[in-house]
């Protein structure tokens, strides 16, 4: 038997898994790019207005620490500054999680060392993770390719295969963490906090003068491929590089360590208890998820923050462009209607936290760890509260920090700010209530509520872009929110958005009473 056997099996194993989520994944980071030609088109229809957009955004520093310099004036050159960051962030985030899952979650459950008592190689269940990262991420490469064909082949081809190799460098960098590592929890944590690292290093690269730390990121990489402006296509063997490098590491540790285990032992636990609550424990797991979750919204505050008075700079006397920012933020002036889109960016970005947060649930149902602590002195009610707890309490924090951090920045009264960055709180909770439901009473579906924390995203960010009608944007519930700051305060849509959240938790803690334990 070869160390390689037993891959194809695999392979179609963690296709079927993920038969849900990968599409998805696929669609919303290809989509995001490939329908970002239509409405930039429409925001800059000529050649002139292009050429303003591109001059004026290379000049402010803000915009290229958030977006990169701009290298032309085409339409694909747009749609490249405007998505291809975000679009390599989001196939790294993709990723590093499909590589954790097969490798790491999955000795982490045991379910690896059943499926290795039979014929399959040591190396079959890695090989079989990242051609599965693969997959998805050639099929990100191939919906930007074919939807940005329009604006030049060459230059879709090179934008594509620079989000999806920007993906794989981290698929390789996910499977080198998940051999030395003995958590999944940690594996994800320490690639995203690479990624995160490396977001970094491009925006103070792109910010400043000195354009080394941009190619010291590979997330920089992806913008150096420079698509429809020249394309740079010799720095895709340089992804292609890194990608053979970290994927022999990973090859190389994989061999030499047993099933289980990590090239990083965990640390030993104190002599003696030192959690008493199922609070506490819920706290000990999620503390270092929300610490980072605020440290970013912090910092994110900062950035948009500066960005603010630049707003008027962003937007010139295009009217088109002008009319978006207030669809999403309101009619009372560019910059409050900047403002108030971004408050609701976040807001929109804090419902991924408090669906992970409350998915913690699953996980620790999943991976056995529940039963154990359910089986003392603590009630069912009482373990899932302890999560719930930091999941909505942590959400308030985040947009605390995001309007903390918005207000440092911009340096005005930041009463207001606060005030719209806690508006959004309703409507995250009702996206948190949801995966409450889904987890008492559905819990086979409890993913689901990623999906619908996602098109409540899409709605919002690029539904305003696209000139959606009412009627589709209504369907999120951010789309019932007052546009603060600016705007007057409506307490009814806020109550009754807060009314259904309560709902919706009472209803999955009465279906988690009722259900037997997941194994």
Known sequence: MSALTGTGTLTRLALRRDRLMLPLWTVVVGGMVASGSGSLKALYDTPAKRADVAASMT??????????????????????????????????????????????????????????????????PLTAALLTALVANAAVALIITAGLSGEGVAGALALGLAVGGTGMVFATMAAIVAQLTESARLAKGLTAAVLGLAFVLRAAGDAGDSRALTWLSPVGWAENVR??????WWVLPLMAGAVAVQGTVAYALAGRRDVGMGFLPARPGPASGRIATAGGLAWRLQRGSLLGWTLGFLVAGVVFGGM????????????????????????????????????????????????????????????????????????????????????????????????????????????????????????????????????????????????????????????????????????????????????????????????????????????????????
């Not at 975000?86 to 982490?108: G, P, W």
């Not at 698509?227 to 740079?232: C, I, L, T, V, W």
Request: hydrophobic share 55%; proline share 4%.
């Open 59 to 124: 000049a402010n520093s803000s915009m290229r620490s958030l977006y990169g310099p701009v290298f032309g004036d085409s339409t694909g050159a747009l749609v490249a500054w405007r998505f291809a960051t975000f679009a390599a962030v989001l196939a790294a985030v993709m990723s590093l999680i499909i590589v954790v899952r097969h490798t790491r979650e999955e000795e982490e459950t045991g379910r690896q060392e059943m499926l290795s008592a039979a014929r399959v190689g040591r190396r079959a």
């Open 308 to 519: 603010v008075e630049g707003a008027s700079d962003l937007v010139g006397d295009n009217e088109q462009a002008r009319q978006i920012f207030e669809r999403m933020g309101g009619q009372s002036g560019l910059e409050n209607a900047f403002l108030a889109a971004m408050v609701g960016l976040f807001g929109m970005v804090a419902a991924l936290y408090v669906v992970g947060s409350v998915l913690r649930l699953y996980g620790e149902e999943t991976s056995q760890r529940a039963e154990p602590v359910l089986g003392c002195a603590v009630g069912r009610l009482r373990w899932a509260a302890g999560h719930l707890v930091i999941a909505f309490g942590g959400a308030a924090l985040l947009m605390v920090a995001a309007g903390a951090g918005l207000t440092l920045s911009y340096g005005r009264d930041g009463g207001p700010v606060l005030g719209a960055a806690l508006a959004q709180l309703p409507a995250i909770w009702v996206l948190g209530g949801l995966a409450v439901l889904l987890h008492g009473a559905f819990p086979k579906a409890a993913v689901a509520a990623w999906g619908v924390a996602g098109l409540c995203l899409v709605l919002g960010w690029i539904g305003p872009a696209l000139d959606l009608p009412q009627a589709a944007l209504d369907l999120s519930p951010y789309g019932h929110l007052p546009k603060l700051p600016g705007a007057e305060m409506s307490w009814t849509p806020v109550l009754l958005l807060a009314a259904l959240a309560a709902a919706l938790v009472a209803g999955g803690l009465a279906g988690l009473r009722r259900r037997d334990v997941l194994t």
């Open 227 to 232: 698509a429809f402006a020249g394309e740079r």
